[in-house]
């Protein structure tokens, strides 16, 4: 039991140092050698728990995506209208990405591999999947024009969602990623929001945009 | 001369096959060692043109933002509406996405550095900023809404654009960019263009959509 604590910890520690790496140089600049001098360990205690650094790569993605979707899902409330819930959840993952430095670095990796990390790639599809289902929840509440297509405001969504993340972090180190969501949601709202949702769902905007987001 | 242009040719090579490499198996997964080996060069060669990977990565992006831009820029024509151009143009980059292996493989470098690399960071403002300048001309033109803040709305297109080409590239080896953007056009249309000007827009996107891309 000992070992094992110790062993984690170990793993731990990796993780980390290898998250700090990547949110401060990027991951590409981040060599083996600097996260085993950050983490204080040797070579083999690295590869004792990882055979590769994409293999360390995917343990962050898996991690940070979990952390990611566990925020946006428990966002949401049974009791609220669907669409409130996407907009809120949205809300809650720049608040994750601003505060947790391993959902941060999870963000960066996804667009880094892209199709060649199967788990970039797996939760990429989750998230499409999340979102799609969610707006034909708030399609059949009446909340979304009629004639929107569930595929298609979800992928453009998520589309606006990831290509915000890349610009705010390279353009602002990530710090307007909140106002980025906040004007995307403005140009989209009369685009999909049904015409007597919609100056509801401009004031729950208004609300959730200009809370300020948890400190980082 | 002759040294010369053998020089340029070694230059190519490398250039070449690193571009390959990075569309079959990603920028992380590419190696020096498999770059050489692929070129058929030795490392003194390679070495003698980049002095390390990221600077085979920022002469990609260079080569690969500069196809993209032109080709975006010699899609509009001065007697065109500037909004006809921004959409018309956006088309274009797919196109040359899908048929310009470097211009490719620069796109996957721009979301893989961000803001760790200069010229990736640059290309990043340099769009922007394209964007907004255009969106300021079209409203002047008075095909947007009057209330439409170019800045907004640039940034918004530009996420749009990134995040399709991230969702494409994961989830469909790039092939359905066109469409994707497509989608994401017919959904913002509404949003950003003003009333008298939305039928003319819908059948040019109409029009655009459905050309065909060009052979890769």
């Known amino acids: 039991m000992v070992r094992q604590a110790r062993s984690e910890a170990t ?14 140089i990027g991951y590409p600049a981040a060599g083996l050698g600097d996260i085993i001098e950050r983490a204080e360990l040797t070579k083999g205690a690295l590869y004792y728990h990882f055979d590769s650094k994409e293999a360390l790569a995917t343990a962050i993605i898996e991690e940070g995506s979990e952390t990611l979707l566990e925020a946006f899902r ?7 209208p669907a669409m409130e819930n996407i907009l809120h959840g949205s809300f809650v993952v720049t608040d994750v990405l601003a505060s947790d430095r391993v959902a941060r670095a999870g963000a960066r990796l996804l667009r880094t591999f892209g199709a060649f990390n199967p788990a970039a790639k797996r939760t990429v599809e989750i998230l499409v999947n999340e979102l799609v289902e969610r707006i034909k929840t708030a399609t059949a509440e009446g909340d979304l024009r009629p004639t929107l297509d569930a595929e298609t405001a979800g992928a453009s969504i998520l589309a606006g969602m990831l290509g915000s993340e890349l610009l705010s972090s390279t353009l602002a180190e990530g710090s307007d990623l909140r106002a980025r969501f906040a004007r995307t949601w403005e140009l989209l709202l009369p685009a999909i929001i049904a015409d ?21």
């Open 196 to 216: 007597e949702s919609l100056n509801y769902y401009r004031e729950f905007l208004a609300r959730q945009a200009t809370r300020p987001t948890s400190p980082g």
């Open 74 to 80: 428990a966002a949401g409330r049974a009791s609220s």
């Open 11 to 24: 793993r731990r520690k990796i993780i980390d140092s290898a998250v700090d790496l990547i949110n401060e």
